[in-house]
């Protein structure tokens, strides 16, 4: 038997198997039985349903698994009234497993007995027809095992290695002769180091000595499969490894076994899998015993530098003991720690990654390993590899570079054992060169990191981190001072910056980071950053990325910065500056604001004005525009010529009319090509038959500042006489008279047809009519008749006016009363004394189309006169999309006239707010309900993409968004030699 040893030549490999014979269960033709298994895979009990039992008068039948080919059962269930209904046997260190529908029951021994009758397996105490148990002649006693293999000898108490007869099968018919280690030899001298069976041994001069006959039988218990044995593999030889076994001289093989169970109730688990990497890598230094009983030491120790036990984020140690300890209460035994050494990743930093992989992988060059040999010119101290270079410039990123050429960093003591080295190395070096000392080196300490570690590659010690923050606990680089004698303290300095520290010398050290392993930092809000990606070569060392803001926007607010560099320092503190500060926009269009050159006009404001691209839009007042047709204003605040200035800087002054001018009745010479400004006019002509005044057929409109102003319109030529004037003045008044048959036209404020009109000149120089218009119709007052007798003037004489059938007074009466008093009669009121013929109210009207009233009276309480001309305009809140609101209908005794069918009202809509640089290709007088406006890009902006123009909405309650895909971008506007160029604002 193996002694205790280190793992180094020997190897050790414990398995776990299992043995076992397969087996089918028998079949049957009845689908109502139900199978309890009384040993898994071995034995089963089937019955029948309640108030049933087998056709054989049985109610229990008991199968055996155990067979290649089991015959199949042909018994079925049958109707039974027979029940038991007494307890079942007692027996004493038995426990009984009812069977279902109380057909039966399962005795087994207790752990520690056996049956007397020496059977491995139960008895069934079943039903019987008489309604009474089975009773079966067996008892469970104390267990007196028979020794099957030597763990069983050694629970007999053999103690001593040799060889035993032992019955594999429990049968004294089938005994062989067996040689045991009973582990006495061994320090602990417990059941944990014995019990082993032999199982092979193979010698390479003789040959095989024991072979493999009778294990199968070991694995088979009264219950077949259910012994599992547990195997212990001795291998010895000149050289070992793992794995694998090819190419090595094996002197001897030796296989033992014993009882899982005996194993488990004796022993700490087995360590090592089939693949034990751990205790064989030239990382660690493992002391495994063969003995795994309780109390047991397995030392381990990690061998080089950068090496810790333990898992990822856990506990980490260098070295330490895990011993086999035994639960007292569960009376079972493990191990108090699991080694992870296995698990133990290294930080891996290449031109494109940095990663963690298995420390093991002879393959990668990580920080932490330690290199297998020294490159030219370099020495080894402490097996780490340094080279230290002259005259070599002050720059510690072109330092860095330098060693990165050879697979090397920039050296960083971390304790100041090495740091004594590096001092004595640089001073040997130095004196032989004839170089000056004291002598300032490039080493590769800083805390730009956030801490002296270089994002966690290094460990520096406490001694050295006091040392580098004694000049300056500032975050930078330090350089390493050489002493002017050997004896002296090397000591550290603040390194000015990455560049101009006046040191020209360096040290490397083999193996080290290279270059960035980390990417970037990614673009802030409002950023750009130049061109980068981990597949090229853009994480080499003094790589530059450019980290540019929006337009507008500025690195912490700061006018002055709009782009920043970071650049590849490598080890020195990777992408530098280690922050990248966000863009803000900040006011730069500081200049006084445009103001509108008319108060008429209205201004809108972004939010931020000032900002860039911040915009003023000024709108013109309905129906006006610029001379160059624009409606709306953008003043946008851009960079041009390195300025922040408001583009344009003035805001043109709104004084053309937009449209035609329209006049009732009237055409005008108003022309499409034409300008017309304010003050400039156009002539409107009265239709045929129609004239503007008793003398005149046209007249002249003028362009206002707030549109085309409204002349009245036209009327049909004069049917009446106008008595001759002689003058003009002030105050005189001229009859006009219809000609006979013929009388005034009434509305609603005239309802009393007259033959005659009084126009008269008031004091404001305009004539006016105390009547409708200047125009008669057929229409003729029906006074009525009357009963005075033509004489009669008594007071209180009555004289009663009668209208004919059909007709009535102004008041809807058909009767008026005076009545003499005093002298006079009583007044009649002349706008209703005249009989007149009712007619229907006219039809119903559009939506939105009124009669206006006096008093605010209902359209609904009026009353309708045959020959009356109505006024029909739009209720309050909507408009016709032509700006005029009013027209008329006349009643001519049997029907209205239509209304004009391009008369429509809608609901006024919210002047629709359109994005910066967006304006109407052609304004309306008003915005209404379901309006189809057409916006392009307002003067000095331009689309981008195909769109040229596009159309908006509004459905009562809001505008349809301008399409996000038109976008109206700035000209920006360079001079070049007298010439304007065009160049697109991005």
Excluded at 515 to 530: F, I
Excluded at 913 to 930: H, K, Q
């Amino acid at each position: 038997m193996m002694e205790p040893r280190r793992l180094e030549g020997v190897l050790g490999l414990l398995l776990l198997t299992a043995v076992s014979v397969g087996g089918m269960c028998p079949t049957s033709a009845e689908s109502t039985k139900e199978v309890t298994d009384l040993e898994v895979g071995i034995k089963q009990a089937w019955t029948c349903p309640a108030g049933m039992r087998w056709n054989n008068n049985m109610s229990v039948i008991i199968v055996r698994c155990d067979k290649e080919e089991p015959p199949e059962q042909t018994e079925t269930c049958i109707e039974s009234t027979t029940q038991c209904t007494d307890a079942p046997p007692t027996i004493a260190s038995t426990t009984a497993t009812a069977l279902p529908n109380s057909q039966g029951h399962y005795y087994t021994c207790v752990k520690g007995t056996a049956w007397l009758s020496s059977r491995s397996y139960g008895h069934v105490s079943s039903c019987k027809q008489n309604g009474q148990f089975h009773m079966f002649l067996d008892a469970c006693e104390k267990e007196c095992p028979l020794p099957r293999d030597c763990s069983v000898l050694y629970t007999l108490g053999f103690k001593t290695s040799g060889i035993y007869k032992v019955l594999p099968l429990g049968s004294s018919r089938d005994g062989i002769m067996v040689e045991c280690d009973m582990g006495e030899s061994t320090p602990d001298k417990t059941a944990a180091s014995g019990g082993w069976t032999l199982m092979l041994r193979h010698h390479s001069s003789n040959g095989v000595m024991e072979g493999a006959t009778h294990v199968l039988r070991l694995g088979h218990d009264s219950c077949y499969g259910c012994r599992p044995l547990i195997l212990k593999a001795d291998l010895t030889g000149s050289e070992i490894k793992w794995p694998p076994l090819s190419n090595t001289t094996i002197d001897k093989v030796t296989i033992w076994l014993r009882p899982l169970s005996y194993d488990k109730d004796s022993s700490c688990p087995p360590l090592v899998g089939a693949d034990p990497s751990w205790p064989t890598n030239t990382k660690t230094n493992v002391t495994v015993p063969v003995s795994r009983s309780p109390g047991t030491n397995i030392t381990y120790r990690c061998t080089q530098s950068y090496y810790l036990e333990g898992k990822e984020a856990g506990v980490r140690s260098s070295s330490g003991v895990v011993q086999c300890v035994t639960n007292s209460v569960a009376n079972t035994h493990s191990w108090n720690y699991s080694l992870a050494t296995a698990d133990k990743e290294c930080l891996v930093v290449t031109s494109k990654a940095r990663k963690y992989v298995s420390c093991n992988d002879s393959t990668i060059q990580a920080v932490c390993m330690l290199p297998g040999y020294c490159p030219p010119d370099y020495t080894r101290y402490r097996g780490l590899c340094y080279q230290v270079k002259f005259d070599q410039g002050d720059d510690l990123v072109g330092a860095l570079a330098e060693c990165n050429k050879e697979g090397s960093s920039l050296a960083y003591p971390q304790d100041l054992d090495t740091l004594k080295y590096l001092s004595t190395l640089v001073y040997d070096l130095a004196t032989a060169d004839s170089k000056t000392l004291p002598l300032d080196v490039m080493v590769g300490l800083n805390n730009v990191w956030g801490d002296w570690s270089a994002s966690g590659i290094y460990t520096v010690s406490s001694d050295i981190q006091k040392a580098v923050k004694s000049p300056s606990t500032t975050t930078g680089w330090r350089l390493l001072t050489v002493p002017e004698t050997k004896e002296g303290d090397s000591t550290f300095k603040e390194a000015t910056g990455l560049t101009g520290n006046d040191a020209t010398t360096l040290i490397c050290q083999h193996l080290g980071p290279m270059g960035c392993w980390d990417a970037p930092w990614e673009p802030t809000t409002n950023m750009t950053r130049s061109s980068w990606t981990w597949e090229s070569t853009e994480t080499a060392l003094a790589t530059v990325l450019v980290y540019t803001c929006y337009p507008g926007y500025f690195l912490n607010a700061n006018l002055s910065l709009s782009s920043m560099t970071v650049k590849c320092v490598g080890q020195l503190g990777g992408w530098y500056p280690r922050t990248v500060h966000n863009c803000f926009p900040i006011d730069v269009c500081t200049e006084d604001l445009p103001t509108a050159p008319s108060s008429l006009m209205t201004r809108e404001e972004s939010t931020n004005v000032r900002y860039l691209n911040g915009s003023i839009n000024f709108t013109c007042p309905a129906n006006m525009s610029t001379q160059e047709g624009n409606t709306t204003q953008t003043i946008t605040c851009v960079y041009e010529n390195s300025t922040y200035l408001h583009h344009p800087a003035t805001v043109a002054p709104c004084d053309v009319c937009l449209g035609e001018p329209t006049v009732g009745n009237a055409t005008t010479d108003w022309d499409l090509s034409n300008t017309y400004k304010i003050n400039t006019t156009v002539t409107a002509t009265c239709n045929e038959k129609h004239v503007a005044t008793l003398t005149n057929n046209t007249q002249v409109v003028t362009c206002t500042e707030t549109g085309w102003e409204q002349p009245p319109a036209c009327y049909a030529e004069s049917n009446m006489t106008r008595a001759n004037f002689t003058a003009n003045t002030l105050g005189t008044t001229i009859t006009y008279t219809c000609e006979e048959g013929l009388y005034t036209i009434t509305n609603q404020t005239y309802t009393v047809p007259q033959a005659e009109i009084t126009a008269t000149c008031n004091s404001d120089a305009q004539w006016t009519y105390n009547g409708t218009a200047l125009h008669c119709t057929t229409t003729a007052p029906a006074l009525g008749s009357h009963d005075w007798d033509g004489f009669t003037k008594e007071s209180d004489t009555q004289v009663v006016y009668t209208c004919d059938e059909t007709l009535f007074f102004g008041d809807e009466s058909s009767n008026i009363t005076v009545t003499c008093q005093q002298g006079n009669w009583t007044t009649i009121d002349q706008n209703i004394f005249q009989c007149r013929q009712v007619t229907a109210p006219p039809p119903p009207f559009p939506d939105g189309v009124i009669i206006p009233t006096s008093g605010g009276s209902a359209a609904s309480s009026m009353t309708f006169w045959a020959g009356d001309t109505l006024n029909i305009t739009c209720a309050e809140g909507k408009v016709t999309p032509t700006g005029v609101n009013m027209t008329t209908i006349t009643n001519n005794g049997t029907a209205w006239s239509p209304i004009d069918p391009e008369f429509e009202c809608f609901d006024v809509a919210e002047n629709p707010t359109l994005p910066p640089g967006v304006s109407f290709a052609m304004p309306p007088a008003t915005f209404y309900v379901g309006q189809n406006l057409t916006v392009g890009c307002a003067e000095g902006m331009e689309p981008v993409g195909d769109l040229q123009v596009v159309y908006i909405t509004y459905n009562g309650t809001d505008w349809s968004p301008v399409d996000p895909d038109f976008i109206c971008r700035v000209y920006r506007r360079v001079i070049d030699k007298g010439h304007y160029i065009l160049l697109r604002a991005h």
